[in-house]
């Protein structure tokens, strides 16, 4: 049995951890979560609009998320960046925006 591990790297200041196992002709492929200890950055992949309590957010990583807490805040910004973090449940932070507001990842 052989295994591999690659480090790669996406372009956002973000490391993502591939590993593959090959066994009996069968190909694993196991990705390690996308955020490493309790942070992620990335940035919106498009325009933002503001929170509107069940907005959808792709992220140019590839990444959907929506909106689980109920916030309405109107906010402009074309590509902004974000902050994900993991205490207990997941809360995003985009740049220019007065707070976190809880998100679950659809993709």
């Known amino acids: 049995m052989r295994f ?3 480090l790669s790297w996406n372009g956002l200041n973000e490391f993502c951890l591939i590993t ?5 002709n069968k190909i694993a492929i196991n990705r390690a979560p996308d955020i490493v200890g309790n ?14 309590g069940d907005t959808l957010i792709k992220l140019v990583n ?5 909106q689980t807490e109920y916030w309405y805040h109107y906010h402009y910004a074309y ?3 974000v902050t994900i973090t993991n205490q207990g449940g997941y809360k995003m932070q985009v740049a220019g925006t ?10």
């Open 4 to 6: 591999w591990a690659e």
């Open 20 to 24: 593959v196992r090959l066994a009996s």
């Open 39 to 52: 942070m992620m950055q990335s940035q919106i992949d498009g325009e933002f609009s503001g929170w509107e």
């Open 62 to 66: 590839g990444q959907v998320w929506q």
């Open 79 to 81: 590509m902004p960046k």
């Open 98 to 107: 007065p707070r976190a507001v809880g998100v679950e990842r659809l993709k």
